[in-house]
Structure formats: structure tokens, C-alpha cells
């Protein structure tokens, strides 16, 4: 997190207009065909750039936005740092006991958003939520929002900059733990197993998603905040490897935490609670830029298994809520993964197309991928 006088020089440094499709909300009245959107995307992507805008209008109930935002009373420091959760959980669930109170209790104003259905509903109305608390946040106390994400929270948060121009310039740091940035074959195999469907949300965490490819297709870290990607080899969910991260984007300090710890095994839930990975957070928060792995002391977090101000208990009680995530995630079925909303068609490259209705050819690519080309 940056001091008031960085804070001002950044968005001096930052004033230029940010560019891209999140002007035109509404490109055609009747959904387009595939080779209609590969033929026209070059044309709306110029007229765009011509007609920068505050992005597409939110579809969301103002009351329902506004519901969803919790906070803290206000801490000493500059800003906001708002929490946004992963898929199957809630705000509640993944921060009560672990990021809430130790950040409020080192004077930060933190804030969580709860996403539609466990974020289990279509991750671009999930965004939503993102942009009103991001807009909300900014104003009520008069500077610049961190962003912390776990899992898939991380692609609310990059669609919400992506589309939404104000946004990255609301933004000081975007921290991602876990994030599920290019799929995850988790997403395939639950895919597999529900011979019904799976949710929403998840379908677009299938690697070669329509929604993965509209996010990543060119620039991964639009201008606007800091990016820090904290993940885990160890991860079970986001599976990953040092060849090919999930989480890893171009821009961003990516750092997995057997980089500063080898072979610490982490999962993708206690990526919350581990100590390397808090204090590449607070990194991150507290000095210019995105967290820096040069600035950890390794031999003091590798000694550590929960992170400072967080006990066992907390660490146990958040690994807890593998339950009902598995149960909301296992339990949802039917969905396929939602058409792309008219704002976003344009992003999308011309040769994309969904991931195969075959699961188990899809998994199987996935697999041997891993995250997916790019």
C-alpha cells in the first residue's frame, strides 16, 4: 500500500486515457454469429479506442451491489483493502478468521464483497460486485483500494480492470493468491464427474474457456494497480506447474512460495493462513510496487507454517471450509458456461473457441497443458 504523496504522483504518473472495448457496452442489438464477432472485432476494437467510456452499465441491483460490500470501521492508513472471496465460498467463510481481523487490527479499513451463489453464478455478473465495491470503496475513504483475491476471485477483480477503465485507476495493489488466472484441470475433472454439467462459474475455469480467453487475449495487466500472483506448486485445485503457472501473468511479480521456501507444501485453501505467502502480501502492501521476493526474510517465514497474527486454530477452522465449498461446487449442476456478455465479444481472439464438450478429451489436453497455451 502506498503513502498519501506516492498515491498522488501514481495517479499524476497514471493520467492518461485506458483504452480498450470497455467503451461499448452494447455492440449489436441481436447476438452476433461467431464469424460476425471474428470479422468485426478489428472495427470495435478502434471505435473503442476512439470512445474511451466508464465501461458497460451495471446489470446488478444497486441494493444487491451495495448488500454485498461489509466493512470495518476505518483504520489509520490510507484507503481500503478490499477481500473478494473464492469459488463455493463466501466473504465470511474465507476472511472472518484470517484477514479480516489481522489486517484491522494493523489499522487497515478492510473491507469483503460476497459474491452471487458462492461464486458459483457467472463470474461477469460476479464482476459487478468487484466494480461497485471498488467505486464505493474509493469514495468513502478517499483514496486508491487494494485488492486481495483468493482463487477465483482473482478473475473478477482482472475483468472488473479490464472493462471497466476506472477501475485500474481506483486500484493501488491487485494481490492474487491462488489465482486461477489461465484454468485450472480441476475445473475439467468436476466437469467429468457432473455427466449433468457444472456450474457457471466453473465452465469458465475450464482452461481454453470463452470467458479465460476474452480476459487473457493481449495485454494480462491492463494499467492501473500493482499485480502480485502468490501461488503454490503444492496446490491441489489451481494444479500448476514451474514450466507453465495457472496464476502466473505477464506483468505481474509472479512468485510461488517454494521459490522463497522449497519444498513447503501448501495447499490451495491454506494459501490463506501461510505465513510465506501473507508476508509476500504485505509486502506488496506496504512498499512501492508489487511484492518483491528479494524483501522476504526467509529464514524467518520458513520457520512459520500460520501467518503472524493468525493461530492453529484459525489455520484449521479455514481449512474447514473445504466442506461446504465442496458441497456447493459438487451439489450445483446443469449450468454450461454462460455466452460472453456483448462488451466483452470484442476481446475475444478470432480462433477461440469453447473447450471441447468431451470431457475426457478435454481433461486430458488440459493435463498435459496444464494451463493452457500462451
Known amino acids: 500500500m502506498r503513502w498519501a504523496a506516492g498515491r498522488v504522483a501514481r495517479r499524476a504518473a497514471v493520467a492518461v486515457v485506458v483504452v480498450g472495448v470497455m467503451g461499448l457496452t452494447m455492440v449489436a442489438h441481436a447476438a452476433p454469429s461467431q464469424e460476425d464477432t471474428a470479422t468485426d472485432a478489428a472495427a470495435i476494437m478502434e471505435a473503442a479506442v476512439a470512445a474511451p467510456g466508464p465501461g458497460p452499465g451495471l446489470s446488478v441491483d444497486p441494493a444487491l451491489l451495495a448488500e454485498a460490500l461489509a466493512c470495518n470501521d476505518a483504520g489509520s492508513r490510507d484507503g481500503a483493502v478490499l477481500l473478494v472471496h473464492g469459488t463455493g465460498l463466501t466473504a465470511s467463510e474465507s476472511w472472518d478468521q484470517t484477514y ?196 522476504i526474510d526467509r529464514k524467518r517465514v520458513c520457520t512459520r507454517l500460520v501467518a503472524d497474527g493468525m493461530t492453529p486454530v484459525d489455520a484449521l477452522i479455514n481449512a474447514s471450509t473445504y466442506l461446504p465449498a465442496g458441497a456447493s461446487i459438487f451439489l450445483t449442476r446443469g449450468m454450461a458456461e454462460p455466452a460472453l456478455k456483448p462488451y466483452a465479444l470484442a476481446a475475444l481472439p478470432a480462433e477461440a473457441q469453447a473447450p471441447s464438450l468431451r470431457p475426457v478429451r478435454s481433461l486430458l489436453s488440459s493435463a498435459f497443458g496444464l494451463a493452457g497455451s500462451r
Not at 109 to 130: F, G, I, K
Not at 179 to 208: F, M, W, Y
Not at 209 to 236: K, Q, R, V
Request: include cysteine.
Open 100 to 295: 479480516v481481523p489481522v489486517l484491522t487490527a494493523d489499522d487497515y479499513s478492510v473491507c469483503t464483497v460476497r459474491l452471487p451463489m458462492r461464486a458459483l453464478a457467472d463470474a461477469q455478473v460476479s464482476s459487478e460486485y468487484v466494480v461497485y465495491a471498488v467505486r464505493e470503496l474509493y469514495e468513502r475513504f478517499g483514496g486508491a483500494v487494494d485488492v486481495i483475491t483468493h482463487s477465483q476471485g482473482a478473475l473478477e477483480a482482472r475483468w472488473a480492470v479490464r472493462f471497466w477503465p476506472d477501475i485500474g485507476d481506483k486500484l493501488d495493489d491487485l494481490i492474487m493468491l491462488s489465482g486461477s488466472n489461465h484454468g485450472t484441470i480441476a475445473a475439467d475433472a468436476i466437469c467429468l464427474q457432473q455427466l449433468k454439467g457444472c456450474t457457471e462459474s466453473v465452465a469458465q475455469q475450464r482452461p481454453g474457456s470463452l470467458f479465460l480467453a476474452a480476459l487473457n487475449n493481449g495485454d494480462e495487466t491492463p494499467a492501473g494497480p500493482d499485480y502480485s500472483s502468490i501461488y503454490s506448486f503444492t496446490d491441489e485445485i489451481v494444479v500448476t506447474s514451474a514450466l507453465n503457472p495457472s496464476p502466473a501473468i505477464a506483468g505481474a511479480s509472479n512468485t510461488a512460495v517454494q521459490e522463497i521456501c522449497p519444498f513447503r507444501p501448501v495447499s490451495h485453501i491454506q494459501m490463506i493462513t501461510d505465513t510465506v505467502a501473507y508476508a509476500l502480501v504485505r509486502d506488496a502492501l506496504d512498499n512501492e510496487g508489487a511484492a518483491d521476493p528479494e524483501r
